[in-house]
């Protein structure tokens, strides 16, 4: 879940253990337990996504309601465990070349979200990230990399439409995006706006953007909270996690509808994909935690929770059910508020939307 949004203020701990059985239908049991290794450095590494060459991933920070933190893209050296900011510049020679119009320059006060690294259709590679900070947008950089020093250059900014409240972001090989929407107004300036957002009611859908035809809700996505996205199978489908509908849905893009499903244990927050082609989804067993964890703008709130994390396939069944195991099942006591997995190379790295800590587990 994204800065500003309820739905991602849910604290999870615990240890973890990663299965190593086949994807069924079922939701299969993880293995042995393993204590995780601790690295700290970053404030509530909310969503990750791994950087060219394998061996450093880049963090965006949740910003929690009511503090003054600033949120930062920061990026985790796999190898020593350090963390350090990214650095951030404004276009090279001044022209924006990517987004809306309304969009003129780097925002000064941004508050990171979701995450999208892909090529970009220029060679080379492209960020993009929801930003809720002083807008409301999709931001686009150009990555360069020496050894795990990140060097972000802006490209241009997406606007989202007004009242629109973006959750997570997936890059299309055209150049374009797709972007979940959690909900609106009603849900995040509306004195019952929490009660409906947890309510499991349905309170958003998909967007799709392109630059040529700007933005197009994608048909068949509405869904209970729509939160994180990934796209796969060069561009042809992606999936995406319904956060209060405890389920994961593929949807394909070249025929404009649903391809897939399957109930999850769990209220899946974001995604992020494998090299096997397959979805880790993360999160936790009941939303019920999510008012606790709100208190005192997530200062001291007691709402620990396990978390879990489910693999699944993208190739449904004849009964359109896509096929799960377990990787990680974990009791309270590791991590508060995880939100996101990432596989690199034999190593599972969970981030949250809270807390100074990033945890691993070595296969």
């Known amino acids: 879940m994204r800065a500003n949004h309820y739905a991602n203020l849910i604290f ?3 240890l973890v253990g990663v299965g190593a059985a086949v994807l069924s239908p079922g939701v299969a049991m993880a293995a042995t337990p393993q204590v995780p290794k601790v690295l700290t450095g970053v404030s509530a590494p909310e969503d990750m996504e791994p950087l060219p060459g394998g061996r450093a991933l880049l963090l965006s920070e949740f910003r929690l309601p009511g503090s003054s933190r600033m949120s930062r893209l920061a990026v985790l050296d796999t190898r020593t465990g350090a963390i350090a900011s990214a650095k951030l510049l404004g276009t090279t020679d001044g022209v924006k070349r990517w987004g809306t119009p309304d969009c003129l320059a780097p925002d000064p006060a941004p508050a990171w979200g979701g995450l999208s690294l892909a090529r970009s259709v220029r060679g080379g590679w492209r960020l993009l990230a929801v930003n809720q900070g002083s807008r409301t947008s999709i931001e686009a950089f150009a990555v360069s990399m020496r ?5 972000l250059t802006w ?3 997406a606007v989202l439409p007004a009242n629109q409240h973006p959750n997570d972001v997936a890059g299309l090989p055209d150049g374009g995006f797709v972007v979940s929407i959690i909900g609106d107004e009603r849900h995040f300036n509306a004195p019952d706006g929490l009660t409906r ?3 499991g009611e349905v309170t958003g859908y998909l967007l799709a953007y392109t630059q040529a035809g700007g933005f197009r809700r994608l048909p068949g996505t509405e869904a209970a909270t729509p939160n994180g996205v990934v796209v796969a199978r060069g561009g042809r489908q992606l999936a995406f996690a319904s956060w209060t509908g405890r389920a994961v849905i593929a949807y394909g893009l070249q025929q404009g509808k649903v391809t897939g499903r399957v109930a999850l244990p769990i209220s899946p927050d974001n995604l992020s994909l494998t090299s096997r082609g397959t979805v880790l989804a993360t999160g936790v067993p009941s939303v ?7 208190g005192s703008g997530g200062v001291g709130a007691k709402c620990e929770s396990p978390f879990s994390v489910i693999e699944i396939g993208l190739r449904a069944d004849a009964a359109g ?3 799960v195991k377990t990787r990680i099942d974990a009791p309270a006591g590791v991590i508060n508020g995880a939100t996101i997995t990432v596989e690199l190379g034999r190593a599972l790295y969970v981030g949250a939307f809270t807390g100074e800590r990033v945890v691993k587990y070595a296969r």
């Open 12 to 14: 999870l701990v615990g």
């Open 147 to 151: 050894g795990t020093d990140v060097t």
């Open 155 to 157: 490209q241009g900014c």
């Open 197 to 199: 957002l947890l309510s």
């Open 288 to 294: 019920a935690y999510v008012p606790a964890c709100l």
């Open 321 to 323: 059910l896509l096929p």
